[in-house]
């Protein structure tokens, strides 16, 4: 059986766990046209896996054809198998019409290899060839802290952001702590973020920086999970295809996290987000408040992120790096201002996107580690996490914010450990070029255009989401306060045009913006307006009174400022301070 085909038969080598490849050989019926006909499953046949791979071919993307004049492989195959099988049936008529042309085989073929591979995904199904430790290391880490992420941000949007959530945002909770009990799984990874898209869609529009970050994330990974079971790559392909982007998202999220803050506000002690987050620090630490450590949380924090920055690009100091940023991250979580710990969770699982794949075998294989798995594994270990996982819970329910990163640190600082004592490469690190560009260009696209959203409140743009977060940043109506961007933005003149709203019904948001003397854009009071229906607002625009205003009378510039909603979901503004110096706010 494991032997070529002889001069006058014919072979057909198939994935015998794929249920469509073995219909697909039952229905052919090449009997009837060639007679006697060698069907090998290759799960039964290694040594015929083997020679095909010696041959060039690798049996996991697709199946091989043998016959007296060669060895066809893959869309080759079944343009010959449909060429040389009977006309009777109507399988066969639509099988040779479908795939007897060249042409028309070259499209079906990877629609149907893609069918194949999601088949056997679903099923739990191996591949023949099972990637080794080593390419399955940095995606097995990364799943560990994607489970916590994914239990915070569910925990943060059902009881702080969006109460009581959706049944996707539980379920993505759910999902997160099976990751973490089952790191190994791909099928429940795939699970989470299928979940993770459903829950995205169901919140929009958010105006949080992590929630974009982890919008285009995970835009990325539906790009490179088409792209992959379009080829027939495995996991490791598709975390390879994706990690880049997520890489490029914390250098971008660092490079605007230092230039956003070069701003009058931010240096000003009386104000600086700096000062404002320490204060609301653990009671153990937030004592140390005196003018000359004001000025060193201000300057230290600019300094710490430009290194993480730069020591991330260059290969030498990476390690340190991640373990420089796990350790600034694991502090701001500590803040009570806000619940920090999601975005800093999310944060430390892009730190870990660039431990290299022989550090991440030895982290794995460390005996720190596998004395943790090995607990986990356990009836009392997954209990203790149930546990801890319940206080979280009851913690940000209570919108307790320093307690719940205290019940979290002990995580962070594990992994820096771990990292710090186990991971540092041997080898010469992988260049930043090559850990920064995907093999997916959708992939390589959104990070360019996550990118541009850093820079967009310079353009006039919009101002959420842009990565601006505690940086007392301010743009609007005709004026900045950035110390290198002294002009007001543009080209466009989103940012000029700034509105005071006198009077409000049917919109909490109205009421917020009146009752703490702030601004709104002219297009954030449309598009808040056109949301609500029942709505009514007077307000004071280029010096003029408008008075109960609703959708009805504001239709016609609803119609020529406003775009459609999709593209809403994506361009926000903050509400507008515009007192100088600008003070810290968690909005704004």
């Known amino acids: 059986m494991n032997g ?4 006058t038969g014919a072979s057909i080598y198939y994935d015998g766990d794929c249920p469509f490849c073995s219909r697909y050989v039952q229905l052919l019926r090449l009997q009837d046209s060639l007679g006697q006909v060698r069907v090998v499953n290759l799960r039964q046949s290694p040594g015929d896996v083997a020679r095909l791979r010696q041959a060039g071919f690798e049996p996991d993307e697709g199946m091989a054809f043998e016959f007296e004049d060669g060895l066809y492989f893959g869309q080759d195959a079944v343009h010959r198998l449909a060429l040389l099988g009977t006309r009777s049936g109507t399988f066969n008529r639509v099988n040779r019409w479908l795939l007897g042309s060249t042409r028309r085989a070259a499209l079906a073929y990877p629609v149907l290899r893609m069918g194949r591979n999601a088949a056997l995904f679903l099923l739990g199904r191996i591949r023949l060839r099972e990637p080794s430790v080593g390419a399955r290391a940095p995606w097995l880490l990364f799943h560990h802290a994607l489970g916590l992420f994914a239990l ?17 945002t539980w379920l993505m909770g759910a999902l997160g702590i099976g990751l973490l009990l089952r790191p190994a799984s791909t099928r429940l990874a795939a699970m989470l973020l299928l979940t993770f898209m459903v829950d995205a869609w169901a919140q929009l529009p958010v105006h949080s920086n992590h929630t974009m970050m982890k919008n285009v994330l995970l835009l990325a990974m539906a790009a490179c999970a088409i792209r992959q079971m379009w080829r027939g790559g495995d996991w490791s392909a598709f975390f390879n295809d994706f990690a880049p982007t997520g890489r490029v998202l914390l250098l971008v999220m660092y490079v605007f996290g230092v230039f956003h803050k070069i701003n009058t506000g931010f240096l000003d002690p009386e104000v600086s987000c700096a000062v404002a987050l320490w204060r609301e620090m653990p009671a153990f630490m937030r004592w140390i408040d005196f003018t000359a450590f004001h000025h060193a949380a201000i300057y230290g924090t600019l300094v710490i992120e430009t290194l993480i920055l730069v020591c991330l690009v260059l290969p030498r100091t990476r390690t340190v790096a991640i373990g420089l940023g796990i350790a600034f991250h694991s502090l701001l979580a500590l803040s009570g201002y806000a619940m920090y710990v999601v975005f800093s969770t999310l944060s430390i699982a892009l730190h870990v996107l660039f431990i290299e794949r022989e550090s991440a075998a030895r982290i794995l294989a460390s005996p720190p580690w596998r004395a943790m798995r090995a607990r986990l594994d356990m009836p009392s270990g997954r209990a203790a996490l149930l546990a801890w996982a319940a206080l979280v819970t009851v913690l940000v329910w209570n919108g307790s914010y320093s307690e719940v990163a ?12 771990v990292i710090f004592r186990y991971g540092r490469t041997t080898h010469a690190p992988t260049p930043a070029p090559r850990l920064l560009w995907s093999g997916c260009l959708a992939a390589n696209l959104l ?12 353009l006039g743009l919009k101002t959420a989401q ?5 940086a007392n940043l301010r743009l609007e109506a005709g004026a900045s306060n950035h110390l290198i961007f002294r002009n007001p933005p543009g080209p466009f003149p989103y940012l000029a045009d700034t509105v005071e709203i006198v ?8 009421h917020y913006i009146q009752s703490h003397g702030l601004q709104v854009t002219w297009y954030d009071l449309l598009d808040t307006l056109e949301r609500t229906p029942r709505g009514r607002v007077s307000f004071v625009r280029n010096g003029v009174l408008h008075r109960d205003m ?3 009378a504001l239709r016609g510039e609803m119609e020529r400022v406003l775009h459609p909603r999709w593209v809403r979901a994506f361009v926000h503004f903050n509400p507008v301070d515009l007192r100088e110096p600008k003070p810290c706010a968690l909005d704004r």
């Open 4 to 7: 070529p085909a002889d001069s």
């Open 152 to 168: 915070l941000h569910a925990l943060t949007n059902s009881f702080r952001y969006n109460p009581p959530g959706y049944p996707s």
């Open 406 to 417: 205290l019940a979290w640190m002990p995580v962070p600082a594990f992994l820096a450990w």
């Open 447 to 458: 990070s360019l255009l996550f990118l541009v959203n850093g820079f967009a409140p310079y």
């Open 466 to 470: 842009s990565l601006n977060m505690f």
């Open 503 to 510: 009077g409000s019904s049917g919109s909490p948001y109205f």
């Open 550 to 552: 609703d959708v009805a």
